[in-house]
């Protein structure tokens, strides 16, 4: 039942690739998008942040390889990383990860479902600017670990995360 | 979903743009993306310790269509569906075609009321306290101009239902309903005001009768400065009446529930910042779209230190009680540092740590609950010679203090240790991972030691991509009653990627062989999954015809970009050999061919004395990327070694123009060498060209080597990527 527990509190705001920290895609409470328009020209969504000309769309190998990356990071050190900076109780989360979850438990991808990019904005870089994607994606997953009384154990789910991509080289 | 398609059709044939011009869907940009997999699973021994439950071919095919207009630059409309064609058990719970997102988008600013609308799938969020989730239905956002631009107001309007595709679409099932206002004021703060209703049905299986619930919530912000400080206060009241589901077939039902939220948090200007937390969840707060815990309180305090060198000390004290208005609340008591960054340990340079540790004190008001958990989580990460190595060392400890109960302890630790060696075979670059896991645990009848080996890799050029992730895994267990168990798992995926075309392979083989097995009922189990999938992506920019989705398909390879008449040392995207030629025409010969690059000795800066070689990388065809490598005569003499760099620098700086990034950190000093070799000194300077960027500054190195690098490439890594040399060239 913990495990249960631990598995499905994961569904929530998750920041993959992160090379930033934006606030407006981590937060307590609503904040304007703003629409653009004559009188607000040129307004960033965000600090530093640009909103896209048009939307840019994210393939399915991105998707698929950045649920791979959360599923391998699931009860690691990684993981805590891997969480957002304000995904809630995520202090509590890991501190139950790390007292309660077996220590041989893993996270399975079964299939990466559908997904849709909820908002994107443009972080101006030198190197490259960055494309960043606040994206959902709906997973079936499974945990899996081994109890040495009652054998292989295994927790399947079906979860919506909301993840944020960030990447090189796609910004238009 | 009728009204998706008459708003679709009203933009397709009713916009001016297309009474002008008869192209169909000329001034739409397209995007579709086909993928279709067949996959087949199977299993040999014992069911029950196989991952996969479900057997034999599974196929689907699923297929994204997407387009956007821009009418002008205030107004734009688009959409996106998908659509899964499935017989396959893990890919959904329906068969046959299922639309599983769809999304109809209009935005426009050049109006008196500037208004986002969504028509289907889409984000609904007020606060964390009363919704944030997805949902199939209608959303309007209407964000009406004060006349200061100080001020700033939304309304958002929305309703749908929490389903994960429109198959059997009944939204009174799961039905939200809410309305939000926000104001944005820079001097008063940002405050807003939300309503929420949420019906759900009937439910003849459990038995459950219809509820319904609604949620009130105000919430604030405000940002207050004082000389150097910048405080941020929140907070929100909710209010929820009606009902909710106590557990999968109970309700509560017309009851009232409080939810309190506050935070303050400051960065002081100095090196140190803080946050307060208080939450408080009232017995009957339980809103059916938010994730915080009913009859909750918590109080957080969090403590950050960022020393000079970017390490980064923290701290935190909480305090929850879950159940807390019940006669036996749990109280939680959590004391715990983080500690991140680079460490200046001198006989270990470029060491960087994570340490995270915390004690849990966890008790219930008739001690049947009383534990203590005691947890230590250190990662620590440096270079060795050319490897990147990482060791991971855990401790966790719990100690049972409960009345009446039957363990005492349990404990457990784990080591894990891997390295990262860059490879490179032919035109296929790529890295390789081995590593050591060892885990043992005690008490609570879990006393056993584990251990394992594990070997990544990866490896990929311009069209192949291949990874290969194996790992054999010994669990050995003490206890009676149990079984011991060694795991091996492999798994293998391939892509081949040419223009819009993927293609495909993933196989992942597990092996699970319980011993003494058969003596507790277990016997071993062989699984397999393999996979196989094709996709298709076809775009077309907006003022294109249709026909050009389809030009890549019929287009003949790409070829590289014409070389220029006069061969420079630095043009990338021209063919190899050409660019071997030119050089030679150029008097720069005797490359050396090493997999994927040719290094020549060659001193192209006339003005500089030291050793000077180019290197050019490519990928069997075209040149990819060219690199000068500059060496220093003594990294250990602080004054040439900066007079070294300045001199190349203001050499560079006459050729290329004014740079259009410098990023320096950290100073020229006795310990140069350890500071580049930690990520504390950088010096990265960056030119634009037509077809690319220049380079220039001095790169961490996975062999320590401390030098000087010019780069050509069509893009770099981010500046805070240190490690961005030619490892390759020695």
Do not use: C
């Amino acid at each position: 039942m913990v495990i249960q527990k631990i598995f499905v509190s994961i569904i929530a705001v998750i920041s993959i690739l992160v090379y930033i920290t934006i606030n407006a895609y981590a937060q307590e409470v609503r904040r304007i998008q703003p629409i653009k328009s004559p009188a607000s020209i040129d307004e960033p969504l965000a600090e530093g942040i640009q909103p896209v000309k048009k939307p840019i769309p994210i393939d399915r190998q991105t998707i698929e390889k950045t649920m791979q990356k959360i599923a391998e990071s699931w009860n690691s050190p990684d993981m805590m990383n891997t969480l957002g900076k304000n995904f809630y109780e995520k202090d509590r989360l890991m501190d139950s990860m790390n007292s309660k979850a077996p220590v041989d438990a893993r996270l399975r991808i079964m299939s990466v479902g559908s997904y849709r990019v909820i908002n994107q904005g443009i972080k101006l870089d030198p190197a490259g600017d960055l494309l960043i994607s606040r994206v959902s994606v709906t997973a079936k997953t499974q945990v899996e670990y081994n109890d040495p009384a009652n054998g292989f154990q295994r927790r399947q789910g079906e979860q919506e995360y909301i993840i944020k991509i960030t990447q090189k080289g796609v910004a238009q | 979903m009728p009204t998706f398609i008459l708003i679709l059709f009203s933009f397709l044939f009713y916009t001016p743009a297309f009474a002008e011009d008869k192209t169909p869907l000329k001034d739409f940009a397209l995007s579709l993306e086909n993928t279709t997999r067949y996959e087949n699973y199977d299993f040999w021994g014992d069911p029950a310790g196989s991952p996969y439950q479900n057997t034999g071919g599974q196929f689907y095919n699923e297929l994204t269509a997407s387009f956007s207009r821009r009418l002008s630059d205030y107004e734009s409309f688009q959409g996106r569906f998908d659509v899964l064609y499935n017989d396959s058990r893990y890919r959904s719970q329906h068969n046959g075609l299922v639309l599983e997102r769809g999304n109809l988008t209009w935005e426009k600013g050049n109006t008196s009321v500037p208004f986002r609308t969504q028509l289907g799938d889409n984000f609904s969020f007020m606060s964390i306290r009363t919704i944030q989730r997805s949902l199939k239905g209608f959303q309007l956002e209407l964000q009406p101009a004060f006349s200061s631009q100080d001020r700033k107001q939304s309304l958002l309007f929305f309703t749908g239902t929490g389903a994960d595709d429109y198959r059997d679409f009944t939204p009174a099932k799961n039905l939200f309903s809410g309305g939000s206002y926000l104001i944005e004021d820079k001097k008063w703060g940002n405050y807003s005001f939300n309503l929420l209703q949420n019906h759900q049905a009937s439910e003849i299986k459990d038995g459950l009768a219809a509820r319904n619930q609604l949620v009130g919530s105000i919430t604030g912000e405000k940002i207050l400065a004082f000389r150097k400080q910048k405080m941020t206060l929140e907070g929100e009241v909710a209010y929820l009446k009606g009902d909710y589901n106590l557990t999968a077939n109970t309700t509560e039902t017309n009851k009232d529930g409080i939810g309190l939220f506050g935070q303050f948090t400051a960065d002081t200007g100095t090196p140190f910042n803080y946050r307060l937390r208080y939450e408080n969840y009232g017995k009957n707060y339980r809103p059916n779209a938010s994730s915080v815990n009913r009859d909750y309180e918590g109080y957080e305090a969090h403590g950050g230190w960022r020393f000079a060198k970017g390490l980064n000390l923290r701290g935190r004290l909480q305090y929850f009680v879950d159940a807390a208005s019940t006669a036996n609340p749990t109280d939680t008591y959590v004391a715990g540092t983080n500690l991140t960054g680079p460490l200046a340990v001198s006989f270990l340079p470029g060491l960087t740590t994570g340490l995270d540790a915390f004690i849990q004190d966890a008790k219930n008001k008739d001690r049947t609950t009383n534990t203590r958990t005691a947890n230590l989580n250190m990662n620590f990460g440096m270079p060795v010679r050319t490897w990147a190595a990482r060791l991971v060392l855990i401790a966790r400890n719990v100690e049972n203090f409960a009345d009446n109960a039957n363990w005492a302890g349990q404990r457990s630790y784990e080591t894990n240790l891997s390295a990262t060696h860059a490879i490179a075979l032919g035109s296929f670059k790529g890295s390789v991972t081995p590593g050591l896991i060892y885990q043992n645990m005690a008490g609570n009848a879990t006393n056993r030691d584990n251990y394992g080996v594990n070997l990544g890799l990866q490896i990929a050029n311009a069209m192949h991509q291949i990874g290969l992730d194996a790992k054999f895994f010994s669990q050995n267990a003490y206890a009676p009653g149990t079984s011991n168990e060694v795991t091996n798992n492999v798994g293998f995926n391939y892509r081949f990627t040419k223009g819009p075309h993927i293609f495909g392979i993933e196989t992942n083989y597990t092996d699970r062989d319980p011993t003494p097995g058969t003596a507790i009922g277990q016997s071993s189990t062989q699984a397999y999954k393999f996979a196989v999938f094709y996709t298709l992506k076809l775009d077309k920019e907006q003022g294109k015809p249709i026909s050009s989705m389809f030009s890549k398909l019929a287009a003949q390879p790409e070829e590289a970009a014409a070389a220029a008449t006069a061969v420079s040392p630095f043009s990338i995207g021209q063919p190899l050999q050409k660019a071997v030629d030119g050089l030679a025409a150029q008097g720069i010969t005797g490359g050396l061919m090493q997999p994927g690059l040719v290094v020549y000795e060659a001193r192209l800066l006339n003005e500089i004395d030291q050793r000077q070689r180019l290197a050019l990388l490519h990928d069997e065809k075209v040149v990819t990327k060219t690199a000068l490598i500059i060496d220093f005569d003594d990294v250990g003499n602080q004054s040439t070694v900066s007079q070294t760099f300045e001199r190349v620098r203001s050499i560079l700086l006459k050729r290329f123009g004014s740079p259009v990034d410098t990023f320096e950190q950290g100073q020229f000093s006795p310990n140069f060498a350890r500071d580049v070799n930690s990520g504390k000194f950088v010096r990265i300077i960056e030119w634009r060209t037509e077809n690319g960027a220049v380079r220039f500054g001095i790169p961490q190195r996975l062999d320590r080597q401390i030098r000087m690098e010019l780069q050509y490439a069509s893009k770099f890594p981010s500046r805070n990527e240190t490690f961005w040399s030619v490892e390759e060239v020695r």
